[in-house]
């Protein structure tokens, strides 16, 4: 018998929604001991399903029909008081955002052990250093007195897991677990979670978008769009031998094939020498506060028509430092120097020229765009403000919007009317209005889907080779930064530890912290169909000994 | 626009709202077509109970009309209300951009300023100033847009502060936009939306700040309002209740009228809080 069983599971959405239900007709089965991943984009009803089997669904989501039954019992038709005595004890949750998830005026063993007093267990507080070092937590008995805003977001995310594995459940449903967390956390979480199903022979239903996280983890896969299951099926089937076409669209969008540039040898366009950046956090009236070193002493330095990628973990100083080359961050010392004049030594209006001369694009497609403009305004408002006509910027708007794939017709809309992949190219054409000659990109595809993810790669990659754009490209995914970057340097506490072109430091980093980066790339060892066609080609990266037609790789270290 | 009217209308109080102050101007429009003479001529004879054909809501000590008072009246407390807040939105709105948009020292500066103002009772600074500068109309709307400038200052302040590092303001820096452009193109038209609920309830508390001056008899003598309409049938009021009784029910109309419009373009402005409720 199996563990979990859902059958013909449809919810439906509120009246006036996209679509008719969340989720439509879903079945599936879990086995103890099993790990069972449904991975889908964004709103295809992936999360619903999870929290209809912990019966959390919002009350304006209704379930129409279908069943779910645990170890033989139908969880649906449980009342609530049945169904908390089920919820933590029989079933343990982790949920997304390991920041939020802990209540931040209660110390962390506390927290535990309260979970072992509602359901009754006894002996509570002596349990919770030994649960806390079941997930590998340093020194389990002065972490349980800690508070946990101390924590880190992969610290909290173990206590998280030590509070659903608490009553030991036999069925664990991870919500996106690791896609808040840095990518060696990830790997870190992955791995004991990994570890603990197979100590205590749980059944894990994990949910992710990402299929690398699925090469790393999963036993079977159910891929879903649009609240169907389209494919399911053992994890290498599907992986390597994608049937449906949607999952084979997916798997083709992952990141996968290493950027086949010839390294510029042009004239440089940027060059940082030097620059830091240091902030004072929390400093009042009195003084006092800390500094923290966001940039320090980083230098680069960046070719006509090459496309660098700034990689490394969020706090790493990747974004300051791009911010200081358009001067929305003031760098305290160092040059910037962009052809040949220093940036940094400018003041407001010097700046001005440069404007339109170097661009930005930013992450976040839902917070970049003024919600109050019509698109042509947004699109518009660069160049006239740098001088051009009104009439002859609003005229090329729609030349700008067939640029980045868009229908002229978007002219006239407003953000709020387009999805987050449309919103980036609007955000693209926003950039491109300015005939930039540099063009900052950052984290331009991480707020997006897999398959939309692609597409603005693609997108960005063609404008780059069509205008002759330089690119200076700030991610904190490897795989993105492969595929498009024709050169890496990593970063680490604001330095630069690494840097060179991307063969190079894909196949044979020097730097620890390059190598431990590269070793947490989850699914590296899955190479997707279309990557062992490109590594056949002499372009992936998983193999030791590849060719690449470079010039002298220079490398920065610091020790 | 149309989703806007719609998130409203699901608030009945906010409907309900609406309407009375609709009427209220009404009232105040047509209130010389309606009652053709001055509302402090005698019109028949002192301490008329209400029901008389010609004088539906009595009259007062001195024969006048309280139906034209009230009506007359309306003209003051809508005027003063309107007036006082749009003086109070300009100086808060500046002030309260630049602190935010600006940061640091001056942000600093403009702080305590605005707290200062806060620190003294409102209602006790606006007697002090109206009793410094003779009561008049002028000087009525400077001393309440003086004492209600603080909160708009603080509220637009909040709404720069986040606003500021959000990322399609980063980008307005990055297309080379000026100061003045970033404000007012960008920054301000998302601000607004806080700052129009706070509108509506500051028209009600000018409305109540003017009532308080007239009834202590700081009003502009030749103006006739509900305030002083109250504070000249206090004396009497065992004997002719409706002289203090009517103007009373207007004001308090009128504000909770303000009030329920103020809490339905909250939910409209704010869909995501209305349906938590």
């Not at chain 1, 997916?250 to 290493?258: D, K, S, T």
């Not at chain 1, 754009?469 to 498009?484: C, K, P, S, Y």
């Not at chain 2, 951009?97 to 409102?122: H, K, N, W």
Request: charged share 20%; hydrophobic share 45%; aromatic share 6%.
């Amino acid at each position: 018998m199996s563990l979990l069983s859902v059958q013909d599971l449809t919810i439906a959405l509120p009246p006036g929604a996209d679509r008719p239900h969340a989720v439509a007709g879903v079945s599936f089965t879990l086995d103890p001991g099993e790990v069972l991943c449904i991975v889908g984009e964004s709103g295809s009803g992936k999360s619903l399903s999870a929290a209809a089997i912990m019966g959390l669904l919002p009350p304006v989501l209704r379930r129409e029909r279908g069943t779910i039954e645990f170890e033989g019992r139908d969880l649906l038709a449980l009342s609530q008081t049945e169904m908390r005595a089920f919820r933590g004890a029989r079933l343990g949750m982790i949920f997304q955002e390991p920041m939020t998830a802990l209540n931040p005026l209660m110390r962390v063993g506390d927290q535990i052990a309260e979970v072992l007093a509602v359901h009754n267990a006894g002996g509570a507080r002596d349990r919770v250093p030994e649960l806390l070092a079941a997930v590998n937590l340093p020194d389990p008995t002065r972490l349980a007195r800690a508070w946990p805003h101390l924590l880190s977001g992969g610290q909290r995310q173990r206590v998280m897991i030590a509070m659903a594995l608490a009553l030991e459940p036999t069925l664990l449903i991870a919500d996106e677990p690791t896609t808040a967390l840095d990518v060696t956390t990830q790997m870190q979480i992955l791995r004991l979670i990994k570890d603990i199903q197979q100590r205590r022979g749980m059944g894990v239903l994990f949910i992710t978008h990402d299929f690398g996280v699925v090469a790393e983890i999963a036993d079977r896969v159910a891929v879903m769009q649009e609240g169907r299951i389209v494919e399911a099926g053992g994890t290498t089937q599907v992986l390597d031998a994608p049937e449906h076409p949607y999952t084979r669209a997916l798997i083709a969008a992952v990141p996968h094939r290493m950027a086949a540039h010839i390294p510029a040898e042009g004239r440089p366009v940027l060059e940082v020498v030097g620059v830091r950046k240091t902030f004072r956090r929390g400093a009042g009236l009195f003084g006092g506060g800390t500094t923290v070193h966001a940039v320090a002493d980083a230098d680069f330095v960046l070719r006509k028509g090459e496309t660098l990628g700034l990689v490394g973990e969020s706090g790493s100083g990747k974004s300051t430092l791009a911010r200081c080359v358009v001067r929305l961050v003031q760098p305290d010392e160092g040059a910037i120097r962009f052809h040949d004049t220093n940036l940094a030594r400018l003041d407001r209006r010097g700046w001005k020229p440069f404007r339109k001369r170097i661009q930005m694009v930013f992450q976040d497609p839902f917070a970049s765009l003024n919600p109050r403009r019509r698109v042509s305004e947004i699109i518009a408002d660069g160049p006239i403000a740098a001088g051009t006509p009104r009439i002859e910027a609003l005229h090329r708007v729609g030349e700008l919007l067939s640029l980045v794939q868009l229908d002229p017709s978007a002219a006239d809309r407003f953000p709020h009317e387009f999805s987050g992949g449309q919103r980036q190219r609007i955000g693209i054409a926003r950039a491109l209005a300015m005939d930039p000659e540099l063009l900052i990109a950052d984290e331009p595809v991480s707020a997006l889907d897999v398959s939309v993810q692609a597409q603005v790669l693609d997108l960005l990659e063609e404008l780059r080779q069509r205008l002759g754009l330089t690119m200076l490209f700030i991610t904190h995914d490897l795989r993105v930064a492969a595929q498009i970057c024709s050169r890496i340097a990593v970063m680490q506490h604001g330095r630069i530890v690494e840097q060179g072109e991307t063969a190079q430091v894909f196949n044979t980093p020097r730097h620890p912290y390059t190598q431990s980066l590269l070793d947490s790339i989850p699914g590296r060892s899955w190479a997707s169909p279309v990557t062992s066609l490109s590594r056949a080609a002499g372009e992936g990266w998983g193999g030791g000994n590849v060719t690449t037609n470079t010039a002298q790789p220079h490398q920065v270290t610091n020790p | 626009m149309k989703l806007f009217l719609r998130a409203y209308a699901r608030n009945k109080g906010a409907i309900a709202g609406i309407i009375v102050v609709l009427l209220v101007c009404l009232i105040a429009a047509l209130a010389s077509w309606v009652f053709p003479y001055s509302p402090w001529d005698m019109q028949g004879a002192p301490f008329q109970p209400p029901g008389d054909p010609d004088l539906w809501l009595g009259s007062d000590s001195l024969g006048r009309d309280v139906a034209a008072g009230i009506a007359y009246g309306a003209r003051v407390s809508l005027l003063i209300g309107a007036v006082s807040t749009a003086a109070a939105l300009c100086l808060g709105v500046t002030l309260g951009a630049i602190a935010g948009y600006a940061s640091g020292a001056l942000d600093d500066a403009i702080m305590r300023f605005t707290e200062f103002f806060q620190t003294v009772p409102s209602f006790i600074l606006a007697i002090v100033l109206v009793a410094i500068f003779s009561p008049s109309l002028g000087s009525i709307v400077s001393a309440i847009a003086v004492v209600s400038w603080p909160p708009v200052t603080r509220v637009v302040r909040a709404e720069f502060l986040s606003l500021r590092s959000r990322e399609f303001v980063q980008a307005a820096e990055v297309l080379g936009h000026s100061h003045t452009t970033i404000i007012w193109r960008e920054i301000l038209p998302n601000a607004l939306a806080p700052v129009i609920v706070l509108a509506s309830l500051m028209v009600a508390n000018a409305i109540l700040l003017e009532s308080g001056l007239s009834f202590l008899g700081l009003g502009d003598p030749n103006l006739i309002s509900w305030g002083y309409m109250i504070g000249a049938g206090r004396s009497v009021i065992r004997l002719a209740w409706w002289m203090s009784v009517f103007p009373g029910l207007a004001i308090f109309l009128t504000v909770l009228a303000l009030n329920l419009v103020g809490e339905g373009l909250g939910d409209a402005l704010n869909p995501r809080l209305a349906r938590r409720r």
